[in-house]
């Protein structure tokens, strides 16, 4: 199935919902980075959060960062979005592996530890719009739910999940958020509260071959449900040399020269696409002006 998600309503317009299937983009994050099934888990919801929170954002040039930093062996991990929910990400130690944990689930809350999470949005203004929260559990949806309550007032229910398959590769991934809008009956969240409670896992759901749609009738039965439009979410950096030769030119003449004295060229690496840029003597020479 192709990587897709659904925007919509819910419950009279009361809840907005983004119901996601991010299998393919999550394994070329897998095998851009080499991921151990742990990290793959950990980069995969954050990808997958992403790719929903990015086809929030209202401009075209709108980008979205999502930060976490950890003490556990994981480190961090680093999602970007755009509107078009493009996304790419990172980790810092994407070989990690620890143990199970009961049920024979992967640890994703243990990799990452203790720390926090900072979404950073660039809406084009003058400086970025950053909210940050201590991590809950690690476990990415539990604390994105907390950003959105605490962040951006918003009671959310986010629900993230990666399959990781006996080769390692990916088997199934997929996420909703659900949002209360202002206004909306108590009684209509309760409701909402009952449903995802005894929702069974996200990609049990998918690996039954349940479709976004279809998951999202499964939580709303009884109510109406509106989807407003199909977005297509994918893995993709948009690095290049030009933005590279920027980014160097940034550091200044003085840091340039002491490049050009020590090293005669320097090397850029891109973390999220794992490109390398080179650049020579006579290219540093060309950016001291
Ligand atoms: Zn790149």
């Not at 075209?60 to 509107?83: E, Q, R, W």
């Not at 962040?151 to 229910?157: G, L, N």
């Not at 439009?229 to 980014?247: F, G, H, L, M, V």
């Amino acid at each position: 199935m192709q990587d897709y998600i659904i925007r919509g309503t819910a419950m009279d317009g009361f809840i907005r919902v983004f119901a996601a299937t991010t299998k393919n983009l999550v394994d070329t994050a897998r095998s851009l980075h080499g991921t151990s099934p742990v990290a793959t888990a950990a980069l995969g919801r954050m990808l997958t959060a992403g790719s929903m929170m990015g086809a929030m954002l209202k401009n075209d040039t709108d980008v979205l960062t999502l930060n976490i930093k950890g003490d556990g062996p994981l480190g961090g991990v680093v999602v970007t979005a755009d509107s078009s929910s493009h996304v790419k990400g990172y980790v810092n130690n994407p070989t990690v592996n620890i143990p199970l944990k009961s049920a024979g689930k992967l640890d994703v809350g243990g990799a990452i530890g203790t720390g926090t999470l900072t979404v950073i949005k660039d809406l084009g203004l003058k400086e970025p719009v950053s909210g940050q929260i201590e991590l809950i559990s690690g476990e990415v949806a539990e604390d994105i739910t907390y950003y959105f309550a605490v962040s951006e007032q918003t009671p959310s229910a986010v629900i993230l999940g990666v399959l990781v398959d006996r080769d390692y590769t990916v088997k199934q991934a997929g996420g909703l958020i659900l949002q209360v809008m202002p206004g909306a009956n108590e009684d209509v969240i309760t409701d909402l509260e009952n449903s995802i409670s005894t929702l069974p896992a996200m990609t049990t759901l998918l690996d039954e071959g349940k479709s976004p749609e279809d998951i999202l009738e499964t939580i709303f039965s009884g109510y109406d449900v509106t989807i407003h439009d199909k977005i297509y979410p994918s893995y993709y950096c948009n690095c290049s040399r030009e933005k590279t030769k920027i980014a160097l030119q940034s550091i200044g003449k003085e840091e340039l020269t002491a490049i050009l004295e020590e090293d005669k060229g320097a090397n850029l690496h891109c973390h999220f696409c794992n490109k390398d840029y080179y650049f020579d003597e006579a290219d540093i020479k060309g950016l001291i002006v």
